[in-house]
């Protein structure tokens, strides 16, 4: 402060301490009474100031821990089959699309070329280049490495042109190709290159990868049985795109959903992912719900070479006639879900078809029932007659010992006898639905679920050549006129002409009730008050959900607008 101004507020003071000392003892409580208002009200005003002229923003710093249930195997882009190893690829390596300049289709679709962008490197200082991403694509193609994407790679020949640019000949037109793009994660060659596809599993670099995304592996620990309790990540000082705010993540790994919640009420996590809507009311400290959406449906599938019941159409329709999916949607997920009734959950540039069901009616199922000769018999059980024998409606439906799907078939059950069928519940723990139920096709009826990637690319789910393992059309479901939609919509680049393939196809699948589309549950992410910047949004699978990792922030400061 300057000599003169200094000596001013010195005499200033010395001003006001001499009237004080004059006044009574009731002025001076008047006097001190005004001077705190003054303060308070300059606090105010400044404040209200500051508000006007700045904005708070995400500001670097802070650690974050997120819970989950299950143990990191395979954190390797190529390998990687659950939900931790997914999480971990996504925070750790980056997707082609990611790291690509430009990425466009040529030749009708048949053709893709795709660009690096220039610079790119992995976390150990080497340079990621296109021979990084062909390696990965091979190593995808190479059954030995029984990779999950095995599946969406087959067929495509690549080409490299230069170190940044790589074309992929598909053979034939594919429009939902960008959709393998953005879940390809590529691996470093450098590292993976000498070690044989089949001894992936067993090396070192599936718990401390090295990858390309916006966060660095750091440490992990383990107790003495070899049980992963935590996993840190820190972020790349040399990511190429936006740096992340968090300094610290670290997940936390435990053995079920009551260690979990149990964990964030003690404040030892900071959040959790995946639990459902009854589960939150076991959450005892204050926290904050983001609700994403899936492109997946649940729905009970019809296996009809397992129960010549389930052969007739009407049969199949009427049991679609009594279920309220309202209902189900209200008293399971208390409304977070959306009602599903056809092969399509959500509205897409490609597919806004949407399909009408009628109210679900009992009334309405008897009648059906009825007109197709099928009538009650002495115990209330409906029968027909085939051939001078009576075939009876007893059925039974295979279900995953998942909560909510356990709850959805006690309905389904008390629905359907309530319209004249006998059924039985097949319980199965969820380990044994894949192999060898579903591989095996060993149902009568299974209620599961669909996850559709972000295009709707429905060939996998009910096109003919997929009703065997390891195709996943559950109901067996065979329609030439379906499969030739589907093949049609996979090369139609036209989005008005493939809104019309859509709404044909949805309209043809449903009429043909090969299956009974229930709802789509939203995937539930729970934290504490702390944490900003996360989007709900649609995601293809849980793991996207750090997609915009580099929006999360837990600290902030004020900048002027």
Not at 149 to 175: A, I, K, M, T
Not at 217 to 240: L, Q
Request: with cysteine; proline share 5%; net charge neutral.
């Amino acid at each position: 402060m300057p000599r003169d101004a200094a000596l001013c507020v010195k005499r200033m003071l010395t001003k006001l301490k001499k009237i004080y000392r004059v006044l009574s003892r009731t002025e001076r409580a008047a006097f001190a009474a005004s001077v705190a208002i003054a303060a308070v009200t300059s606090v105010i005003l400044a404040g209200t100031v500051i508000g006007k002229v700045t904005k708070a923003v995400a500001a670097r710093g802070g650690s974050y821990s997120e819970g989950v249930v299950g143990q990191p195997s395979f954190v390797n882009p190529v390998i990687a089959s659950n939900d931790a190893d997914k999480s971990l690829v996504r925070l750790l390596f980056s997707n082609v699309m990611d790291l690509s300049e430009k990425v466009e289709p040529e030749g009708e679709g048949r053709v893709w070329v795709l660009r690096l962008k220039e610079n790119l490197a992995w976390h150990d200082g080497e340079e990621l280049t296109s021979d990084d991403v062909l390696f990965t694509v091979r190593k995808i193609q190479d059954p030995d490495s029984r990779s999950p994407l095995f599946e969406s790679w087959q067929g495509v020949r690549l080409e490299r042109v230069s170190s940044r640019e790589v074309r992929f000949n598909l053979g034939n037109p594919y429009v939902f190709f960008a959709s393998n793009l953005k879940n390809l994660y590529v691996l470093p060659k450098h590292l993976y290159e000498h070690i044989p596809v089949a001894n992936w599993r067993i090396s070192e670099f599936n718990l401390k990868p090295v990858g390309s995304g916006p966060y660095v592996f750091d440490s992990y620990d383990t107790r003495p049985d070899g049980f992963i309790t935590e996993y840190r990540i820190k972020p790349n000082g040399e990511y190429f795109d936006a740096r992340p705010f968090i300094s610290n993540i670290t997940f936390r790994f435990y053995q079920n959903k009551d260690e979990l919640i149990h964990a964030f009420n003690g404040g030892r996590i900071d959040g959790l992912a995946g639990i459902e809507m009854r589960e939150l009311e076991q959450i005892g400290r204050p926290y904050g719900v983001e609700y994403f959406q899936l492109p997946n449906y649940y729905a009970v599938f019809f296996n009809q070479n397992q129960n010549i019941a389930l052969k007739e159409r009407e049969v199949r329709r009427a049991l679609a006639a009594a279920v309220d999916r309202q209902k189900l949607v209200a008293e399971i997920f208390k409304g977070r879900a959306a009602v599903v009734t056809g092969p399509i959950p959500h509205d897409t540039d490609l597919a806004r078809a949407t399909i009408h069901a009628s109210p679900a009616s009992a009334d309405a199922a008897n009648e059906i029932l009825e007109d197709a000769k099928w009538a009650r018999g002495e115990t209330g059980i409906r029968e027909t007659r085939v051939r001078n024998s009576a075939i009876h409606l007893e059925l039974t439906l295979t279900v995953p010992d998942v909560p909510f799907l356990v709850r959805t078939a006690e309905y389904l059950k008390s629905a359907w006898e309530e319209i004249g069928a006998a059924i039985h519940i097949n319980l199965v723990p969820l380990e044994e639905v894949a192999d060898p139920i579903i591989k095996n096709r060993e149902y009568q009826m299974i209620l599961f679920g669909n996850i559709l990637n972000a295009g709707s690319d429905l060939y996998s789910f009910w096109h003919s050549s997929e009703r065997f393992h390891p195709g996943l059309n559950l109901s067996l479901y065979h329609n030439d006129k379906v499969d030739g939609l589907i093949e049609s919509i996979r090369q139609n680049f036209d989005v008005e002409r493939a809104e019309s393939l859509y709404r044909e196809l949805q309209e043809r699948i449903v009429e043909d009730f090969p299956a009974i589309f229930l709802y789509s549950p939203d995937y539930l992410y729970v934290t504490g008050k702390e944490l900003k910047g996360m989007s709900p949004r649609l995601i293809t699978e849980p793991a996207d959900r750090f997609s915009n990792i580099a929006d999360w922030h837990l600290k902030t400061k004020r900048v002027l607008k």
